[in-house]
Nanobody, 116 residues
Framework: VQLVESGGGLVQPGGSLRLSCAVS????????QDWYRQAPGKEREWVAT????????SYADSVKDRFIISRDVPSSKFYLQMNGLKPEDTAVYYC??????????WGPGTQVTVSS
């Protein structure tokens, strides 16, 4: 299973970006899809998850009400819509997924920089 992120870049505070994650297999065959991020000098942290089946979505407190995770099964992609971006959102963002064999897969990451 291969995952590849896109959509990162430089944005001003208060702006928006949408990250995409393309998956090499049907995401209908994955238990969950997640976004994580890692800021310079910090550990990787969980951002958001969507779970197959009931489509339950959950978010870290730091991004709740600003970020939205979604997925599109026909295209085997999932997304992270990021609104109201803050400088503290600057990080490398990783998409990740858990297979039905309970293996976690990761993308290579995409840089998001929030700065004026």
């Amino acid at each position: 299973v291969q995952l590849v992120e896109s959509g990162g870049g430089l944005v001003q505070p208060g702006g928006s970006l949408r990250l995409s994650c393309a998956v090499s297999i049907s995401i209908a065959n994955l238990k969950s899809q997640d976004w994580y991020r890692q800021a310079p000098g910090k550990e990787r942290e969980w951002v958001a998850t969507v779970i197959r089946g009931d489509e339950t979505k959950s978010y870290a407190d730091s991004v709740k009400d600003r970020f939205i995770i979604s997925r599109d099964v026909p295209s085997s992609k999932f997304y992270l819509q990021m609104n109201g971006l803050k400088p503290e959102d600057t990080a490398v963002y990783y998409c990740s997924a858990i297979t039905y064999l309970n293996n976690r897969k990761w993308g290579p990451g995409t840089q998001v920089t929030v700065s004026s």
